[in-house]
């Protein structure tokens, strides 16, 4: 197999994509604006710079069968929005163009199930051919931002572009914070009342394997969802509170009292200074009313993507998070999961035909 290029190698996602595809030994050259220990630790390639360097993408692109597409930045402040565009519109815009310049053959474009698997009814569970929710993600400039790369990249000729699109992602690694910052939230006691919506989680190494599983086997200009179970926000904080033994809080409120009282808290502490932010923001008040529920049946039948037990993912997120920020004991390394191990052995071997999948169903506690 050809060189691989991985932007966004240094996020939560790519760091677990970046060891699996270590593991199967690939050639892989990351594009990342600064070399990391981290990544001189795996013995990869870095390319320095900015994805928006026409003169950077050129030299990452060269001799370059294959791209994963992660770069990007995961934020819930409004005042981003400049910045997430330029990185998911124009950054993609001009990564495709210098790829197919380069005869680059494949790519898969990591966005997310936000896109689509968004609703205010908790009955819908979106699909790959859901529309793009515009009109509930206006106001949310990293899903709208989203979906222009979305349509950008499925809409692109002359090379095999497809997406995938990941649900939330837990589980061990997340440093930045970038996915799981709710749950050391809920671990510090700082969510005080259940919203009135709904959840889907993936665990990162899953989504890192269907990754692969998706360049491997996905169809062009086709997306694949990624995502675990659909679950309401008390069922999640009652799940959560088992993994963690902390105690989901039992309060409700209408969501309308919700939103009023996240703004005055928000507005409360920024007249502390423009960096001090509520532990609870607006957009995460409002974004926690709506049902973010998929149906993950395509990764599964076409892929051969399964992802492991949502509670082993809460359960690792969990002590992750203890151990990064709470001053908890570390836990012993635990052992790669069959997913994990299917991905890893393909790249020596022919993948197992994908199984056959029954139709993902909601559970309740």
């Known amino acids: 197999m050809g060189r691989i290029l ?10 677990h994509l970046l060891a699996m595809l270590s593991r199967r030994g690939e050639k892989v050259r990351v594009l990342s604006r600064a070399a990391t220990p981290e990544l001189d630790e795996l013995g990869v ?29 995961v934020s819930r402040d409004p005042d981003a929005a400049g910045e997430m565009y330029r990185l998911h519109v124009d950054g993609t815009r001009l990564l495709l163009d210098t790829a197919h310049a380069a005869k680059v053959k494949r790519v898969v474009v990591a966005s997310t199930s936000g896109t689509i698997a968004v609703s ?8 790959e051919e859901s529309p793009f929710r515009y009109e509930l993600v206006r106001d949310w400039p990293y899903y709208l931002s989203k979906i222009y790369q979305e349509k950008l990249a499925l809409a692109f000729e002359g090379m095999d572009v497809l997406c995938i699109n990941p649900s939330i992602l837990f589980g061990p690694g997340d440093t930045r914070l970038s996915s799981s910052g709710d749950v050391l939230k809920f671990l510090k006691r700082e969510i005080p009342v259940v919203p009135s919506g709904g959840i889907n989680f993936v665990d990162a190494r899953d989504a890192a394997a269907g990754a ?7 169809k062009a200009k086709s997306r694949y969802l990624l995502g ?28 309308a009292a919700a939103r009023l009282g996240a703004r005055i808290v928000d507005g409360l502490y920024r007249l502390g200074g423009p960096e001090r932010r509520a532990p609870v923001d607006p957009v995460s008040v409002e974004m926690a009313q709506h049902f973010w529920y998929c149906d993950s ?14 509670m082993e993912t809460l359960d690792d997120t969990v002590a992750f998070l203890r151990e990064r920020f709470l001053g908890g004991a570390p836990r012993p390394e635990k052992a790669p999961s069959f997913l994990e191990t299917l ?23």
Not at 56 to 71: D, F, M, P, Q, W
Not at 344 to 352: H, K, L, N, Q, S
């Open 297 to 310: 049946t395509r990764a599964r039948t076409e892929l051969g993507w399964e992802p492991r037990d949502p």
């Open 6 to 15: 991985v932007t966004g190698g240094t996020g939560f996602l790519g760091k």
């Open 343 to 365: 991905v890893t052995r393909m790249g020596d071997e022919p993948a197992a035909p994908a199984p056959k999948q029954r139709r993902e169903r909601r559970t309740r506690p």
């Open 228 to 255: 675990g179970p659909n679950w309401t926000m008390q069922e999640f904080f009652l799940r959560l509170g088992r993994a963690s033994g902390v105690r989901p809080p039992a309060a409700r409120i209408p969501d």
């Open 120 to 127: 205010k009814r908790e009955e819908e569970i979106s699909t």
């Open 212 to 218: 692969i599983l998706a360049m491997e086997h996905g």
């Open 45 to 73: 390639e870095v390319i320095a710079g900015s994805l928006l360097d026409e003169e950077v993408l050129a030299k990452a692109c060269k001799g370059v069968e294959r791209i994963y597409h992660l770069a990007g930045l």
